[in-house]
C-alpha cells in the first residue's frame, strides 16, 4: 500500500528518531570533546628532535633554553616556540661557481656569480679563482639572534677575505707555490671575522678548487709563461755548464797545486839531504883526510870509469903509453 502520510507527519517523525538519537549517545559527547581536546594540546605541546639537530625554545619570541635530540614538551598555543638546527651536518657555499646536478659527473655552472671569482693580485694581475667554504653551526643560539643573514654574511666575509689575501700575493705564487698557503689564511681569517660578529659559524675548511686567468687573456698569459719557461730553462742550462766548468777548473787548479807542492818538497828535501850529505862528509874529512880524499876518489872513479868507451892509463915516469887494459870489458870493469 501506499504512504500517505503527510510532511508534516515525517517531519515529526524523523524530529522524533532525532532526538531518541541524542538522548542516546548525548552522554559521549563530553568524552569526544575532552579526546579532540587532548590531542590538539598534544600535538601543540609534544615536539621531537632529530639526531643531528638541536632545539632552540622561544617564549614569546625570547630565548629560555635549549634542547637536545629527543621527545620533549613545550607549552602550547603558541607560548613557546621551537626552532630546530642542524649542529652536526657540515654545510657548503661555493664562490665563482655553482653544482647544478650532483653526482659521478658533477655539472656545474661557471658563470652564475658574475665577478664574484675575479681577483687583482698583488702584481696588478687579474686571476679568476673558484673556491668553496664548508662549515657547521657552532653555537645556535647565536645564529638565529646575533645574525641576520648568517649565510650572506659568510658568503661577504669569505668573498673580503680572499680578495684582500690575493692582493698579497703575486699572480705566479697564487698559481702555484702559495696556493695551499693562501687557503689556509682564508679559513684562520674568516672564523677570526665570523667570531668577531657572533655568528655562531665554525669554518671547517676553505679549500681553492680551480686557480686561472680569465679567458679573455689566458692566450696572453700563456705566452708568458712560455716565455718564463723558456728563461728558466736557459738559466738551468747555464747554471749546469757553470757547475761542470767550474768544478773541473777547481780540480785542476787543486791538481796544479798539489804537483807543485811535491815539487817544492821534493827539491826541498833533495837539497836538505845534499847538505846533510855534504856535512857528514866534511865531519869525516876533518878526522882523516888522507882516507877521505882516497875514498871519494874512488867513489868517483867507480862512478865515472863505467861510462868511458875506452880507459887508457899514463904512467907519468914512462915517456911512452902503456898497453890498452881491458877495462870496459867484463873482467876489467870487475
Known amino acids: ?17 532525532v532526538k531518541q538519537f541524542g538522548k542516546e549517545y548525548g552522554k559521549y559527547t563530553p568524552v569526544v570533546i575532552g579526546a579532540l581536546l587532548i590531542i590538539f594540546l598534544l600535538q601543540g605541546a609534544i615536539y621531537s628532535i632529530g639526531p643531528d639537530e638541536v632545539g632552540v625554545v622561544q617564549r614569546f619570541g625570547k630565548y629560555v633554553r635549549t634542547t637536545e635530540p629527543g621527545l620533549h614538551a613545550k607549552l602550547p598555543f603558541g607560548i613557546e616556540k621551537v626552532s630546530p638546527i ?7 657555499e661555493e664562490f665563482g661557481f655553482k653544482t647544478t646536478r650532483a653526482g659521478v659527473r658533477s ?55 680572499m680578495r684582500r689575501l690575493c692582493g698579497d700575493y703575486s699572480v705566479d705564487e697564487v698559481l702555484t ?55 728558466e730553462r736557459m738559466i738551468n742550462e747555464a747554471w749546469e755548464a757553470y757547475n761542470k766548468a767550474i768544478p773541473r777548473a777547481k780540480g ?30 866534511w865531519n869525516q874529512y876533518k878526522k882523516a883526510p888522507e882516507i877521505t880524499e882516497k875514498r871519494l876518489y874512488l867513489e868517483t872513479m867507480a862512478d865515472v870509469l863505467p861510462r868511458a868507451e875506452k880507459k887508457v892509463v899514463i904512467d907519468p915516469e914512462q915517456t911512452s903509453i902503456l898497453p890498452l887494459l881491458k877495462l870496459d870489458t867484463e873482467g876489467g870493469s870487475q
Open 86 to 92: 642542524k649542529v652536526k651536518k657540515i654545510f657548503k
Open 1 to 17: 500500500m501506499e504512504d500517505f502520510r503527510s510532511p508534516e507527519d515525517l517531519f515529526r517523525e524523523e524530529s522524533k528518531k
Open 252 to 281: 785542476e787548479a787543486r791538481r796544479t797545486i798539489s804537483q807543485a807542492e811535491g815539487y817544492r818538497l821534493d827539491k826541498v828535501n833533495r837539497a836538505e839531504g845534499e847538505a846533510e850529505r855534504f856535512t857528514e862528509t
Open 177 to 231: 707555490t702559495k696556493r695551499e698557503e693562501v687557503a689556509n689564511k682564508a679559513q684562520i681569517d674568516l672564523q677570526k671575522l665570523l667570531d668577531k660578529y657572533d655568528t655562531g659559524i665554525y669554518v671547517v675548511t676553505v679549500k681553492l678548487l680551480d686557480v686561472n686567468p680569465p679567458d679573455e687573456v689566458k692566450p696572453a698569459f700563456n705566452e708568458v709563461n712560455e716565455a718564463k719557461q723558456e728563461r
Open 107 to 161: 655539472v656545474y655552472a661557471s658563470s652564475w656569480q658574475g665577478e664574484t671569482s675575479l681577483m687583482l693580485t698583488g702584481d696588478l694581475n687579474i686571476l679568476d679563482v673558484k673556491w668553496i667554504v664548508q662549515f657547521r653551526v657552532n653555537d645556535p643560539v647565536k645564529l638565529l639572534f646575533k645574525t641576520r643573514n648568517p649565510v650572506d654574511t659568510l658568503r661577504d666575509m669569505s668573498e673580503v677575505v
